[in-house]
């Protein structure tokens, strides 16, 4: 699987449990399953803003390469600019939200 879709899937991921987050709180199991995209988009998005890839670069050249009579790339184009810096931050917030969850119930469980 190429490792931007597994983003996206991890993303997607991240984005269930959040909203499922009232029914997977008090499970521990749940979290730890919930973390490990988090822990994902934060080591993938730290890869692409230091790495070799350029995501928007890449994404224009192949645009223009299969639409040559196109002069302007799509708005959507500009989310790619921004993509690693999106799930970096995704990463953190909701890692640190399951990770505070996970803490909680190991608090409750030692008293």
């Not at 490990?36 to 928007?56: E, M, N, Q, T």
Request: hydrophobic share 45%.
């Amino acid at each position: 699987m190429n490792p931007l879709i597994f983003s996206l899937v991890s993303l997607i991921l991240v984005a269930v449990s959040a909203n499922f987050l009232s029914l997977i709180k008090e499970n521990k199991t749940l979290l730890y399953i919930s973390t490990i995209p988090c822990v994902y988009l934060v080591i993938y998005g730290i890869y692409l803003i230091f790495g070799p890839i350029d995501l928007y670069e890449d994404g224009s050249t192949n645009y223009f390469n299969k639409n040559p009579s196109e002069k302007e790339l799509p708005i959507v184009f500009t989310i790619l600019k921004l993509y690693q810096y999106i799930i970096v931050l995704v990463g953190i917030i909701f890692g640190y939200v399951f990770s505070k969850k996970l803490k909680d119930i190991k608090k409750n469980e030692a008293s």
